[in-house]
């Protein structure tokens, strides 16, 4: 389901995070507004290396040699785990063996923190056919399970639609590609994208939105 939709940005069906925002069929139709939400959505998801969308995926990937196996996604439930032998052979892990500490409370729209790991619990047994360590063979443990954000913030839901309408509706054309404009009564500067300084869109509030939930850094659990 789409974190923002067509209707939000119509004026009898206006949304809280698109007020101000509203456009009309005839500024953007319907099909190519849908068609900038997916875009701007994946973009902003992108720049802010972090899903915002819930998904049910089955991932596949590797520990260190540990008790815990650090999450490529937020999760909030996993459904089953499998791990792979050098023969080829996938192994169903018992659930009561490893336990999920997700980085996002209980109602999944406020993080906890950034990462999100599997952890074997001790004295359950361990893996089966592995013991007590996620093995490190390339893609060996197959994860089952929901994935990214289940209620996406209101901020987010409000930077891609600052992103949607900046796109149907720039101020000027020349202002793609000039930084500062003057007039007799007013300069002003405007700040073209550079994610080195923590800039990607130019558009305040949005490169505000990115930098307070961009997640950058990766942790090693263990």
Same mark, same amino acid.
């Given at each position: 389901?789409?974190?923002?939709?067509?209707?939000?940005?119509?004026?009898?069906? *206006?949304?809280?995070?698109?007020?101000?925002?509203?456009?009309?069929?005839?500024?953007? +139709?319907?099909?190519? %507004?849908?068609?900038?939400?997916?875009?701007?959505?994946?973009?902003?998801?992108?720049?802010?290396?972090?899903?915002?969308?819930?998904?049910?995926?089955? %991932?596949?990937?590797?520990?260190?040699?540990?008790?815990?196996?650090?999450?490529?996604?937020?999760?909030?439930?996993?459904?089953?785990?499998?791990?792979?032998?050098?023969?080829?052979?996938? !192994?169903?892990?018992?659930?009561?063996?490893?336990? $999920?500490?997700?980085?996002?409370?209980?109602?999944?729209?406020?993080?906890?923190?950034?990462?999100?790991? $599997?952890?074997? *619990?001790?004295?359950?047994?361990?893996?089966?056919?592995?013991?007590?360590? &996620?093995?490190?063979?390339?893609?060996?443990?197959?994860?089952?399970? !929901?994935?990214? &954000?289940?209620?996406? +913030?209101?901020?987010?839901?409000?930077?891609?639609?600052?992103?949607? &309408?900046?796109?149907?509706?720039?101020?000027?054309?020349? $202002?793609?590609?000039?930084?500062?404009?003057?007039?007799?009564?007013? !300069?002003?500067?405007? $700040?073209?994208?550079?994610?080195?300084?923590?800039? &990607?869109?130019?558009?305040?509030? *949005?490169?505000?939105?990115?930098?307070?939930?961009?997640?950058?850094? *990766?942790?090693?659990?263990?």
């Amino acid at each position: 389901m789409a974190l923002i939709t067509e209707a939000d940005f119509r004026s009898a069906t *206006v949304a809280e995070y698109c007020i101000d925002l509203q456009m009309d069929t005839s500024t953007a +139709p319907a099909t190519a %507004l849908t068609a900038a939400i997916a875009r701007f959505t994946t973009r902003f998801q992108e720049y802010t290396n972090d899903t915002f969308e819930q998904e049910t995926l089955t %991932l596949s990937t590797q520990g260190d040699g540990t008790m815990t196996l650090r999450l490529p996604k937020r999760c909030s439930l996993v459904t089953q785990i499998r791990s792979l032998s050098s023969s080829g052979t996938y !192994t169903t892990q018992p659930a009561a063996r490893y336990r $999920l500490h997700s980085s996002l409370y209980s109602s999944g729209s406020k993080r906890i923190g950034e990462v999100d790991y $599997l952890e074997l *619990v001790a004295g359950a047994g361990g893996l089966s056919g592995i013991g007590y360590y &996620w093995p490190s063979d390339p893609n060996c443990v197959e994860i089952t399970g !929901t994935f990214g &954000w289940t209620t996406a +913030p209101a901020d987010v839901k409000r930077a891609i639609a600052l992103m949607c &309408w900046d796109h149907f509706k720039p101020q000027r054309g020349d $202002l793609r590609r000039a930084s500062r404009v003057s007039t007799q009564d007013v !300069t002003t500067e405007y $700040l073209p994208a550079d994610p080195a300084a923590n800039i &990607w869109t130019g558009i305040a509030e *949005v490169d505000d939105t990115i930098r307070e939930y961009r997640r950058d850094t *990766v942790v090693e659990v263990g």
